[in-house]
């Protein structure tokens, strides 16, 4: 093998070394984890907490592929089964209360396989 073949082989392998900590898929721990804080306001209404839209700004900007967020979909309808309380209309405009824009409505009746 060539030095400049060699020496490209070991700029690729760095190049993905780097970046892979960048391109590791969303997971249900991660989107649980960013909206934990919103638990408060998605039971009993009210003020949105900073904490709640911080986690809701960073899972915007964590789900950036089309697989992430139809992770995050999925994951945010079985955490709305699994907490009983939920009020619907609470969830349904909690992006907007945080000035964030998601290309679905939170809600059980989402098809979460049609996000992209």
Do not use: Q, W
Request: charged share 20%; net charge positive.
């Amino acid at each position: 093998m060539s030095k400049t073949m060699m020496k490209v082989l070991c700029v690729a392998v760095a190049f993905m070394v780097v970046s892979a900590p960048y391109t590791m898929a969303i997971t249900c721990d991660d989107v649980v984890k960013k909206l934990t804080p919103c638990a408060n306001y998605l039971k009993k209404g009210g003020a949105v907490s900073a904490s709640c839209c911080k986690g809701v700004k960073g899972l915007h900007a964590a789900a950036k592929t089309t697989p992430d967020r139809k992770t995050a979909c999925v994951c945010m309808k079985e955490a709305y089964k699994s907490n009983p309380g939920i009020k619907p209309g609470n969830a349904l405009v909690l992006p907007k209360k945080c000035s964030v824009a998601i290309p679905y409505k939170i809600s059980l009746k989402t098809d979460c396989s049609k996000v992209k």
